[in-house]
């Protein structure tokens, strides 16, 4: 059988399958279930920067008393019915959830500046968070700022949370950075233990018959998966954190191509929202049975052999590829 241990930013996990940070994580059972069935780590859904700081304005007692006095400022402030669970609810789920699971359990932050907000990363760890997942979901909407200024903004924000706590920190990421490679390692630089690549990047779609906005959640497909390889293949063995895949993991062989291009773990959400803990046991005896038949012996010896570093054609990840491609279509006989 093949040996699935992994190493996580220094945690110790029994298979390389972690699930991703969502509603997930608030039913224990289910979370049981999917530990049985494979899971080697859990990501807790996301407490939000935008509430945590109206929590702590008004534990301060200021929020009250100054909304109270100006009409517009409610409007200023996030409707706290936006946030299924608060603050100290997420706490204590968080050691409910660390004394029933015998795998990692690592709090999810999400935020991209700096500020009193971060504090929270010390209470997590207090309340026995295994480790930290930042994630930096970022929209741009002010032309008057460029992206070194984002970057910058962001890197602080980590920097941040990195100095509150002792346990790993890890950065969830969205794809679009002019070089993500050159961002991992100014993120490593300021403390991050690992990255996650990549945040779904939730884009409203418009709606001709009631011009509105199609808000609506769709689940991923492994068709996302491409873009996660991509990155992974760049950054596995180049740049000084773990890496985690996340975003159109839907099989084991989806599993084994994140981890030949690098992955430490793989993260699933869509998944397991899906089809709950027997997905995950699919997944886990494909991933497996693709590893043995391959003549691996353990997940380690295969990580990494797609990647920039290793692969066979390593021109294949860099743009020659993209002008082989662009040729190859023109060229090919019988084509319309
Ligand atoms: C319903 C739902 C809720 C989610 N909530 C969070 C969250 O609170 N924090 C976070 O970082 N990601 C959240 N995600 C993103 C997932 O953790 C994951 O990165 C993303 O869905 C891509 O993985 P998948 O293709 O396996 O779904 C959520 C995803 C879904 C579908």
Not at 184 to 208: E, I, M
Not at 241 to 255: F, K, R
Not at 299 to 322: C, F, K, Q, T
Request: proline letters at 6%; a negative charge.
């Amino acid at each position: 059988m093949t040996d699935l241990n992994t190493e996580w930013m220094g945690l110790s996990l029994r298979t390389p399958l972690v699930v991703a940070a969502s509603p997930l994580s608030d039913d224990l059972p289910m979370l049981e279930k999917l530990v049985a069935a494979g899971a080697g780590a859990v990501v807790m859904r996301s407490l939000f920067e935008e509430q945590i700081a109206a929590e702590q304005m008004a534990i301060h007692r200021h929020i009250d008393a100054w909304v109270d006095t100006n009409a517009e400022a409610r409007s200023f402030l996030p409707d706290r019915n936006l946030f299924p669970v608060g603050m100290e609810p997420y706490l204590s789920h968080l050691k409910h959830l660390r004394a029933r699971l015998d795998v990692p359990v690592l709090a999810s932050l999400n935020g991209a500046t700096p500020g009193g907000w971060t504090d929270l990363a010390q209470e997590l760890e207090s309340a026995g968070a295994s480790a930290i997942e930042l994630n930096l979901y970022d929209i741009c909407t002010d032309p008057g700022m460029s992206g070194a200024e984002v970057e910058d903004w962001q890197l602080e924000t980590v920097r941040e949370v990195v100095n509150r706590v002792s346990v790993p920190v890890s950065v969830k990421l969205s794809p679009y950075y002019t070089s993500v490679p050159a961002f991992v390692r100014r993120l490593a630089a300021v403390g991050a233990n690992g990255v996650v690549v990549f945040n779904r990047f939730y884009q409203p779609d418009v709606l001709l018959d009631s011009l509105d906005l199609d808000t609506k959640l769709h689940l991923s497909t492994s068709a996302e998966l491409p873009l996660r390889l991509h990155a992974l293949a760049l950054l596995h063995g180049r740049v000084p954190v773990a890496l985690a895949a996340t975003g159109g993991i839907h099989s084991g062989h989806d599993a084994a191509k994140a981890i030949l291009c690098g992955a430490d773990v793989v993260q699933m959400a869509s998944a397991l929202l899906q089809s709950g803990p027997d997905a995950m046991s699919t997944i886990l005896v494909e991933l497996q049975g693709w590893l043995a038949a391959n003549g691996y012996d353990s997940v380690n010896e295969a990580r990494g052999i797609m990647s920039l570093e290793n692969a066979p054609d390593p021109a294949a990840w860099e743009r020659l590829n993209y002008m082989r491609m662009l040729q190859g279509w023109q060229s090919r006989p019988g084509r319309r």
